[in-house]
C-alpha cells in the first residue's frame, strides 16, 4: 500500500522559471512529484505490514525483511517489490521524466502548440499527441471527481468569468464557455464547473445548487454582487460581498466587505 503526502499549497513557479529549474534534472523531478502527491512517500509490505525501502537507482519499493518460517529453525527474507511508477501516470513510459515534467508546463500554457514539444523535447508527433490525451483525460475525471472546499470558517471566493477563443487571435469566436468557481484564500483548494446551456444565464436555479454541492456548510463566501448570490446567507453561509467598481480587497479584510446576514441574524432582526 502506498502513502502520498501533498505539501503544496500553490507553486510560484512561472513558465520559464519551471524550465530553468527542473530542464534535465530527474531527481529534482521525482522529488517534485512527490511532494505533490504524484509518487508515493511510503510503501507499506501487504505481507510483513512493515514499511517498505525505496532503491533510488532501479525506481523499486522492496521489503527484504526476514521472518521465521512457521515450525522452522530459519528466516526467510521477504522478496516483496513493486515500482515507485506503480499506479501513476509514469507506469510503463520510457520517457525522462524530466521531459513528462516539462511537457506539463507546457500543456498548461495558453500559448500550447504540438510544434514546441517537437522541437524542444524531440518527441514524435504521436508521442505528443497521445500525451496531450492523457492529459485531457486526467482533467475530465478531475472535474467529474471534485471533492467540496471551504468548511467552518473558510473564506471561499466565488466568481463566474466567460473564455472566448479566436484562432490565431483573430477574427470570430470559434470557442466559448462560462466557467464558475471557488477558491480557499488559504489553501487554495479549488473547484471548477462549466455552465452549459441554459445554466449560462447563471441564475439563482443555475448557481446555488453548484454552491450546495461544492462548497461546504459553514463556510464564509465571498462574492461580488451579482444577484444570483443575494440567498447565500439563507443557505448556511456567512456571505460577503466586495464591490469592485469600487475597490478591490483582501476578503479576509472584513472592514472592507458589506456583510450580509446569516439566517440568525436575521432572525434577530
Known amino acids: 500500500m502506498a502513502t502520498v503526502d501533498v505539501t503544496c499549497a500553490g507553486c510560484k513557479f512561472d513558465y520559464w522559471i519551471f524550465i530553468a529549474t527542473f530542464h534535465r534534472k530527474d531527481d529534482l523531478c521525482y522529488q517534485f512529484l512527490r511532494e505533490h502527491g504524484v509518487l508515493p512517500t511510503a510503501v507499506e509490505c501487504p505481507e510483513c505490514h512493515t514499511p517498505c ?37 509514469l507506469e510503463g513510459t520510457h520517457l525522462p521524466v524530466w521531459q513528462l515534467v516539462l511537457f506539463f508546463n507546457h500543456c498548461l500554457q495558453k500559448q500550447w502548440d504540438h510544434a514546441t514539444v517537437f522541437k524542444c523535447l524531440q518527441w514524435s508527433p504521436n508521442t505528443s499527441v497521445d500525451w496531450r490525451s492523457f492529459c485531457s483525460e486526467v482533467t475530465l475525471d478531475w472535474l467529474k471527481n471534485q471533492q467540496p472546499i471551504g468548511g467552518d470558517g473558510v473564506i471561499v471566493e466565488i466568481d463566474e468569468t466567460y473564455f472566448v477563443k479566436r484562432k490565431n487571435n483573430k477574427g470570430r469566436n470559434l470557442n466559448s464557455v462560462w ?31 453548484f454552491i450546495k454541492k461544492y462548497i461546504l456548510p459553514g463556510s464564509t463566501i465571498v462574492s461580488d454582487g451579482w444577484k444570483a448570490y443575494e440567498l447565500l446567507g439563507n443557505k448556511g453561509f456567512t456571505h460577503w460581498v466586495v464591490n469592485h467598481s469600487e475597490h478591490f480587497v483582501d476578503p479576509s479584510d472584513a472592514r472592507e466587505c458589506r456583510l450580509i446576514r446569516t439566517v440568525a441574524d436575521s432572525d434577530h432582526g
Do not use: H, M
Not at 525501502?53 to 521472518?67: A, I, Q, T
Not at 468557481?181 to 436555479?205: C, M, Y
Open 53 to 89: 525501502k525505496l532503491r533510488s537507482d532501479r525506481r523499486v519499493w522492496y521489503c527484504g525483511r526476514y521472518r521465521k518460517q512457521p515450525k522452522k529453525k530459519r528466516s526467510k527474507q521477504c522478496n516483496f517489490s513493486v515500482s515507485d511508477f506503480k499506479g501513476t501516470f
Open 179 to 209: 466557467l464558475f468557481g471557488g477558491i480557499e484564500s488559504v489553501t487554495k483548494n479549488k473547484f471548477i464547473v462549466p455552465l452549459l446551456g441554459k445554466q449560462r444565464d447563471r441564475s439563482v436555479a443555475t448557481l446555488i445548487p
